[in-house]
């Protein structure tokens, strides 16, 4: 009797899974960017959720939470219901959250669940041009000649991690200050607030332009067709090893239903193929992912978190 009544649970789960997918959504949909409105993570979110709006025939509402380190829009996603109806832009710096933020109140992999993959992109290393120095070289200089005295802004972990391992390999002592977004840092970096920052190429793309920010360095394996006279920070310093950049990642609560997670992935699929979409992505400085499937976001957010972390381990950064 109970090898019957289980099948026919499994029967029922079999259909409603899929009929789950069909009619799956007919509520507007909220996507939670853990940053403030403007740069990458906007410029990610915001034209794939208007392409995934239309695809579902539902309103995605984008909503920034930033602060913490990413940690509190990635606190509200994962205390969500995993009905759907909440997504998260998930950047590369949460799988840092444990390494840089005391009692974290989720766990970055296991509480979540991953959907899709969108995009990757570097950091770029920038100052303003008052600062007595217009190279990585001579920033790395300034910073041996000044102990403690060079003034960095970060938006994320990652980002922290771009420094702390620059400070790491460069044998240098740099002081670091926590932004809730990259606006703020950029800003503060021009009007010479502080010496430099590390924030993600579309931040401060207007900036560079203008040339009212200087950028001496893209953390990523290559330069950028964006900014093709800055070196990478390989060759910049000449450190072969050094190379690290971000991601993001569609996600959402843990335990959503597969058909749910299904439907989301072909449509990001299409979407992140779409010409408009790829020249998009690509005037900002990323690289739109060629495998969105969410069998390589799931092992893309484990692989990172352990390589990730043990950069952090060699770095010597510890929870604040």
Same mark, same amino acid.
């Given at each position: 009797?109970?090898?019957?009544? =289980?099948?026919?649970?499994?029967?029922?789960?079999?259909?409603?899974?899929?009929?789950?997918?069909?009619?799956?959504?007919?509520?507007?949909?909220?996507?939670?960017?853990? /940053?403030?409105?403007?740069?990458?993570?906007?410029?990610?979110?915001?034209?794939?959720?208007?392409?995934?709006?239309?695809?579902? $025939?539902?309103?995605?509402?984008?909503?920034?939470?930033?602060?913490?380190?990413?940690?509190?829009? @990635?606190?509200?996603? =994962?205390?969500?219901?995993?009905?759907?109806?909440?997504?998260?832009?998930?950047?590369?710096?949460?799988?840092?959250?444990?390494?840089?933020?005391?009692?974290?109140?989720?766990?970055?992999?296991?509480?979540?669940?991953?959907?899709?993959?969108? @995009?990757?992109?570097?950091?770029?290393?920038?100052?303003?041009?008052?600062?007595?120095?217009?190279?990585?070289?001579?920033?790395?200089?300034?910073?041996?000649?000044?102990?403690?005295?060079?003034?960095?802004?970060?938006?994320?972990?990652?980002?922290?991690?771009?420094?702390?391992?620059?400070?790491?390999?460069?044998?240098?002592?740099?002081?670091?200050?926590?932004?809730?977004?990259?606006?703020?840092?950029?800003?503060?970096?021009?009007?010479?607030?502080?010496? $430099?920052?590390?924030?993600?190429?579309?931040?401060?793309?207007? /900036?560079?332009?203008?040339?009212?920010?200087?950028?001496?360095?893209?953390? $990523?394996?290559?330069?950028?067709?964006?900014?093709?006279?800055?070196?990478?920070?390989?060759?910049? @310093?000449?450190?072969?090893?050094?190379?690290?950049?971000?991601? /993001?990642?569609?996600?959402?609560?843990?335990?959503?239903?597969?058909?749910?997670?299904?439907?989301?992935?072909?449509?990001?699929?299409?979407?992140?193929?779409?010409?408009?979409?790829?020249?998009?992505?690509?005037?900002?400085?990323?690289?739109?992912?060629?495998?969105?499937?969410?069998?390589?976001?799931?092992?893309?957010?484990?692989?990172?978190?352990?390589?990730?972390?043990?950069?952090?381990?060699?770095?010597?950064?510890?929870?604040?």
């Amino acid at each position: 009797m109970r090898n019957v009544i =289980a099948l026919l649970v499994l029967a029922g789960l079999a259909f409603i899974q899929p009929a789950m997918a069909q009619s799956y959504p007919t509520k507007p949909i909220r996507l939670i960017v853990p /940053f403030p409105p403007g740069g990458s993570a906007d410029a990610t979110a915001r034209p794939i959720a208007e392409k995934l709006s239309a695809a579902l $025939g539902q309103n995605i509402v984008v909503e920034n939470r930033g602060g913490a380190l990413t940690v509190l829009g @990635a606190e509200l996603a =994962a205390k969500a219901a995993p009905d759907g109806y909440t997504l998260f832009l998930m950047p590369g710096a949460h799988v840092l959250s444990p390494r840089l933020v005391r009692n974290v109140p989720f766990h970055p992999v296991n509480d979540f669940t991953p959907i899709a993959m969108l @995009a990757y992109v570097p950091f770029a290393i920038f100052t303003d041009p008052k600062q007595p120095f217009s190279t990585l070289q001579d920033m790395i200089a300034y910073a041996k000649a000044n102990p403690g005295k060079l003034s960095i802004g970060i938006t994320d972990a990652v980002g922290r991690l771009c420094i702390e391992s620059l400070k790491s390999m460069a044998k240098i002592d740099v002081t670091l200050i926590n932004y809730k977004g990259a606006p703020a840092l950029a800003t503060d970096v021009a009007g010479s607030q502080i010496h $430099g920052g590390v924030i993600t190429p579309p931040s401060i793309l207007g /900036f560079y332009k203008d040339r009212r920010l200087n950028v001496l360095a893209i953390t $990523g394996p290559k330069r950028l067709a964006l900014m093709p006279n800055v070196p990478s920070v390989a060759e910049a @310093a000449g450190l072969p090893d050094y190379s690290i950049q971000t991601w /993001f990642a569609l996600s959402g609560p843990s335990a959503m239903p597969r058909a749910v997670v299904d439907r989301l992935q072909r449509e990001i699929q299409k979407i992140i193929v779409m010409p408009d979409i790829r020249e998009r992505l690509g005037f900002q400085g990323m690289e739109p992912a060629s495998d969105t499937s969410t069998a390589t976001a799931a092992a893309t957010i484990k692989s990172e978190m352990n390589r990730l972390g043990k950069l952090a381990e060699v770095a010597g950064i510890k929870p604040e």
